[in-house]
């Protein structure tokens, strides 16, 4: 399998910082460092004096047990719980629940855990768990409701889930119905090109949208085929087994829920003081928490603290702090973490060694180290999220044919692709264009000047005459050029799928298409190359050619 790293930073100034350790104020609000071999020792040691302060691990174990075997989890993923119920700590990472396993990012992320836990386990000579924490709590649809996949015409399609009638709850308590399901294999099967393995996919999506209610289950199955033999722990935030473990937690939270505020808001004037921008915003008075109003359909409502209560944000509806207690106590399954609480969620429900983040994760999770030692608890080592670019045998083919290298794709794709048909331009059409506009221009403009000395209005109407000349004699050269390209048709057919490819839509592939497209072409194998693929506790981004 051939590879190669390349640079490319994020849009994160302050995850930059944090990952080449430039700015020793950032890595302050951290904690531990990734790259730090000491530090995995110094977080596991941390982990078994502190478990009195964590959701007990034979309880958690118990949850995953339920909820990975309803998703009929492999051996290899309930071996990974029993490890945990003996003790066992984790690397975790999440995302929310995207249709058909969302951008290929949720991949890359997955990937990235699974690498982690046995850099980890090597280094501790102890077994550390991959996890997967889908975030099926989050109620933004259309975050989640479609996907890109690459067809057979050379073009992009959205496949889109529009959101069912009722409430904005929560993904995972969103139910998809049998016919909508349906809708959307008809769009995958017209989408997908002809394949060896296209029949096999989509008789395995038919079967995992039978067992699903909804993207969250979805998501799990998926997630679990391809990664299942790797030990992967699934596990949805909204789960409401797991909602129960939290409630000391949430109780917690809403108790000293004036000092949480208080610790975001002063790290957030401390990022904003080194020069960084706030990746999560930081209101005055927000709860960081959500509640499912259960008298209209579980609407997942933000909660605000005016006074002396905490309201929705119209402030219509209104909850004591005893009442939330309550509600904690009793209910759990009413309750939510919001961006910056559920950090400390899953460091109570987990052991957590270690955290892998996005870029944009890795920015709003440096508010929350001050939150962690507010609940006398630590934030754990933050390891930046692997990246990938997939580059298909053909593509690697038409970039060498082209000589395009990577870079070029890139950032200069537009520019190379007009150079190259120039190069092909023996007659030179645009030049001899513009010989014979400046031509124009000479023998014109003294006519000009003749006809404004015999009457100053003229001026004026030659002006307009000679920019209608020129207008046409452009548009004659563009359906010159027109005409011209058009015996390189097959050329740029190729080039555009280069771009199609790599940086569709003009986006990194990660973000904007789904694995499916891959999954068709390839099976699974593609997925063991990620799997292959060099794995650095730093991040980074690498280039892997099928």
Known sequence: MRTEAYSLPSSQPLTEAYIHRTDSRVESLFGYHSAEP???????????????????????????????????????????????????????????????SGPLLVIHKAVTIINAAKSASEQLGKPVIPVFWI?????DWDEVNHAFLMTADQGLRKLSLPRPEG???SVSRTVVTAEKWEELLAEVEQALPHSEFKDELLQLLNEMTKQSQNLTELFALILSRLFGSEGLVLMDADDPQLRILESPMFRDIIERNDELEKAYAAVAEQVKDCGYTLQSEVVPGGANLFVYQKDNGDERTLLFKRDGMFKDRKEQ?????????????????????????RPLMQDYVLPVLATVLGPGEIAYWALTGEAFRTLDMQMPIVVPRMSFTLVEGTIAK????????????????????????????????????????QAFRDLYTPLLELASGVQPGLSKLGEQNIGKILEQMSYMQNKTVDAFNKQFEASIRQLDRIELSIKPAGKPQERM??????????????????????????????VVYL
């Open 513 to 542: 298409l789904n694995m499916l497209s891959y999954w068709n072409r390839y099976g699974t194998a593609w997925v063991e190359r990620l799997l292959e693929a060099p794995y650095s506790r730093s991040g980074g981004h690498i």
């Open 135 to 139: 975030a099926g709590e989050d109620h």
């Open 398 to 437: 038409h970039m060498q044919k082209y000589e395009l290298t990577f870079d070029d794709v890139h950032h200069r794709f537009k520019e190379r692709k007009e150079l190259w048909l120039k190069e092909q331009d023996g007659l030179h059409i645009e030049e001899r264009f513009a010989e014979a506009q």
């Open 317 to 341: 509806i209104a909850w004591s702090k005893e009442e939330l207690l309550d509600l904690a106590m009793k209910y759990p399954q009413q309750l939510s973490n919001n961006v910056l609480t």
């Open 167 to 169: 409430s904005r709850t």
């Open 38 to 100: 000491q530090d995995y020792h110094k977080r596991f040691d941390y982990l078994e004096k502190s478990k009195h302060k964590r959701a007990s691990a034979a309880d958690m174990a118990a949850v995953l047990r339920e909820w990975n075997s309803a998703l009929h989890a492999s051996p290899e993923a309930m071996a990974s719980i029993d490890l945990l119920e003996q003790g066992a700590p984790v690397v975790v990472g999440g995302q929310q629940a995207g249709l058909w």
